[in-house]
Structure formats: C-alpha cells, structure tokens
C-alpha cells in the first residue's frame, strides 16, 4: 500500500487532499495527515528555500516510510530530504515548487511536480477589481461615505475616473493568468497589448505584441504578470515609468521584484502616475516606513490575490490528478 504524507496547511488543508485522493484514485492508499501553520504563521526563507513554513522537524518525523509527498508550504531542504528514505514523488500544490531543493531531490532521484495554473482564475479577477479601484478611486470614494461626507464636487472633470472600454491595456508577461486577464479586459472593449519573449502566438487570441517601450508608451494601464528571474526583476523603474502617457494606472499581482517602489512613490507624488494598485510588495509585510503606504491614489491588498476557495479545491485537485499518473505508470 502507498504511505502518503498530505501536509497540507490552513488553506490547502489535509482534508480537501484527501478527498481529492479518495475522489480520483478511491482506496489502497495509506494517508498520513500533517497541518503545517500557514497562513496563520507567514511563510519566509527556510534554510536554502524560500516561501516555506518553519517545519523541518515535523517534516523529517513524518517522513520515513514515505513515498510520495503532498504539500504546499512544507520546506524540503536537503536536510529534509535525507530522512526521506522512500520518497519518490513530491507534489508541491503552488505554481511552482520553490519551496522544495530541486537539486537535492534530484540527487536521490525524488520527482517533483506542481500545480501551474491552481490560482489563476482568483489571481485574473483580483487583477480586474483592483484595476477597476484604481482607475475609479473607490478607495477614496468609499473613505469620503465613510466620513459622513457627500462629495458631489469629485463629479468635476478633473476628479473623475477614467473607463476600459476604448482603453490600452499593457500586459507584462502573458502565462496563465496574464491571458485570463486578457480575455476579460476584451470583454470591457479595451485594446490589449502583451509583451512576453515567450508568448505562444496561438494564444493571443486577439492581444498584440509588441516591445515593451512601445508596450509603455502606448498602455493607459499596465499590469505585471511575469516570473520573477534575474531578466525581468526590476523591469519597470524611472526609465520606464517616464514612457507612460501622462496619469496612466500600474497594476501588479504577480512578484515585488518586478517594479522599484521608489520610482513608484516618486511617479505617484509627482502626479506623473494618475493611480497604481497593488497586491505584491518588494518586501513583505509592507514595511511601516515605506512610502507606497503613503503615497496617493492607490490601492493596496496583502498578497492575496490568488486566495479563493476554488484555488484551494483545484489545488487539491491537481495534486490528485499528478498522484494518480504517477500510480498508473
């Protein structure tokens, strides 16, 4: 019978695992359920990996006689991967598996596997909402009710918001939720421009490439939807944020890394940005000194983006489906 650790957390919960195991491949399996502290704990770097949950004890005590491991946060660092004595498959429920030592798993011949795509349905809707706050100001407008006040001066030219429909849409990066994005923002009949050196043509589905500087200079609105790799970290800072039309909107769900926050709080201050909405930092939590926090016209979400039910159930889902092939080889 196959020994099973589903270290699951308080999202991806052991339970939804399992019931996704039982649903897809029924019995002959030898479940061993784990609760690891996330997102009631925030992850960090754990040893040599990063985004993990602190558990390399309670990973290694469950570990021997295991051969395949099903989780999202659990930190498999080579120390953890030397007291799997059985494992043969890790199946990390997250877009990639940054939280496992590929290197060292491949050295004991452990295949790793994750679910691309879990999240980009939530990601792509908050994508659109904070878009949408953003270029309407319903922060501000929502403060103002909030505050007694009815301002029927923000009706004035110069106050109100802008619309999709007829806008440029710049995406940076145009994967899984980058093309969800996409569709919907046709469906506002805005035009959508995609810059994304690894794009497949054949799902364009109406977006145009183009070059990023011709991608900024064109866009009303820009969202950021690429990995975060030594070619793009940093790819919008002053230089590029200087070739946006005068009050454009900057969007980013995907990593921190991709834009420089202080060229953001400078474009911002100036009036050079008309607003910008985001739900990932270049560190997090957003530190209490930093200007993004101050900054006007913004909207701001605490890395949550990809955080619905249905990420959490396709999750357990597709960590099923990639246990069942493996099983039936």
């Known amino acids: ?42 992850f960090g770097p754990v040893a040599e990996v990063d985004e993990a949950s602190d558990t390399e004890d309670e990973l290694i005590a469950a570990l021997p006689g295991v051969q395949i491991a099903i989780t999202q946060m659990g930190p498999f660092t080579r120390r953890v991967l030397a007291a799997a004595d059985a494992l043969k498959l890790i199946v990390v429920c997250r877009g990639g598996p940054v939280n496992v030592n590929l290197d ?60 999709l429909a007829g806008a440029t849409v710049g995406l940076i990066g145009y994967g899984a939720i980058g093309r969800r994005v996409g569709r919907i923002l046709r469906a506002f009949d805005a035009e959508v421009l995609v810059y ?32 975060l790799t030594a070619e793009t970290e940093r790819i919008i800072g002053a230089r590029e944020l200087a070739l946006l039309p005068e009050g454009a909107v900057v969007v980013n769900t995907a990593r921190g890394g991709l834009l420089d926050y202080e060229a953001i709080a400078d474009a911002l201050e100036s009036g050079r940005l008309g607003a910008a909405a985001f739900d990932v930092f270049d560190a997090e939590p957003l530190p209490a000194a930093s200007r ?32 069942a092939d493996y099983l039936s080889r």
């Open 104 to 163: 060292a798993a491949a050295e004991r011949g452990i295949e790793v596997r994750s679910t691309p795509g879990r999240n980009a349905v939530a990601a792509a809707e908050h994508t659109v909402a904070l878009l949408l706050a953003a270029l309407r100001r319903l922060p501000e407008l929502h403060a103002t009710v909030l505050a007694g006040q009815w301002r029927s001066d923000l009706y004035a030219l110069d106050e109100v918001g802008g619309e």
């Open 292 to 323: 993004i926090r101050t900054a006007p016209r913004v909207v701001l979400t605490p890395h949550l983006a990809g955080a619905t039910r249905q990420t959490a159930i396709r999750a357990a889902s597709l960590a099923a489906d990639a246990v």
């Open 1 to 42: 019978m196959t020994r099973i650790l589903v270290a699951g957390d308080h999202f991806v919960t052991p339970e939804l695992v399992t019931e996704a195991l039982h649903a897809r491949i029924g019995g002959g399996l030898d479940l061993h359920p784990l609760t690891g502290p996330w997102p009631l704990v925030p």
């Open 196 to 227: 994304d050196p690894y794009a497949d043509p054949s799902t364009l589905d109406g977006a145009r490439v183009t070059d990023l500087d011709s991608l900024l200079e064109r866009s009303s609105v820009v969202s950021l939807h690429a990995r």
